[in-house]
């Protein structure tokens, strides 16, 4: 594929804006030869009939014997409609994988623990997050000059304070760094330095195939760049991207800087953009990356490789 300029990206992505370079759309493409299947749950456009949508992600990941669901959506009712019209059965997961704490991504909770209320879930490690969490004692400054009653747990805390968790029950499992939690699966977790998301903890989803790495992102909140950079490190060979890349306010500028990235730099091989990617970033992705952008809307099933 030839590899656009930016200037010329920005010029095509006028020419998508007047509608006059409509390109085919290919949602079933088989693009190599590992097992992969990635089932898009929850999203608030695509062409499946009998789903709702929705604004949230959520996505079935098969691979290698493996069944993930990355991520909830938004509403639990929402997700049980739609993952009755696809046949999905969650009660058969091998582990699931929450991104953040937005609601958008984990508001299907409570669904996923009416079927499954042992699965283990890796979610990001926030201090007082909603997942739970722990802390040393140390975080708090002494008073050692108080009387005991007036000193946290009279003076003596306990050396780790442990928090409660929005679903008390659930089997969570919290993720402080990038792991592999299993052969060739990886979490990439990574803070956010956005002004309107500073702080904010996201979890990224890398499995290295032959073909090198599939990632699965849900908001890219810490930046699509710097997510690919540490996928870069388990294998240079970014095989497909799947998500939202959180483009969806962001300027014509902004959005052909990120193509350019990561079409030119990274060599992303395919791109299969959701959620807040935004739909000025859709047009412009499809122009990068042409027969290789995959439409990855509601009830779409992306598969790498003949099954």
Known sequence: MRIRSLASLSTAITCIALASCAMPVRPHRAIGTAELRITILYDAFGKAPGMKKDWG??????????????????????????????????????????????????????YLLSVNPQVKIYAPKENFGVFGSSLPSTFYRRGESLPADRRYFDGVPPPIMKFGSAWPRANFQLVDGTTEIAPGIHLIALVSDKPTTLELKELSLAIKTPEGVVLVVGCAHPGIDKIVAVAATIDQRIRLIAGGLHLVVAQDPAIAQIAALLHDTYHVQYIAPGHCTGEPAFAALQVAFADHYLYAGLGTTLKLGDP
């Open 57 to 110: 992600y959520a996505a079935l990941i098969e691979y290698d014997g493996k069944r993930i669901l990355f991520d909830t959506g938004d509403d639990p009712d929402v997700l049980a409609a739609n993952v009755r019209a696809q046949h999905v059965d969650l009660a058969r997961l091998d582990f699931v994988v929450i991104s953040h704490r937005h609601a958008d991504h984990m508001g299907g909770m409570s």
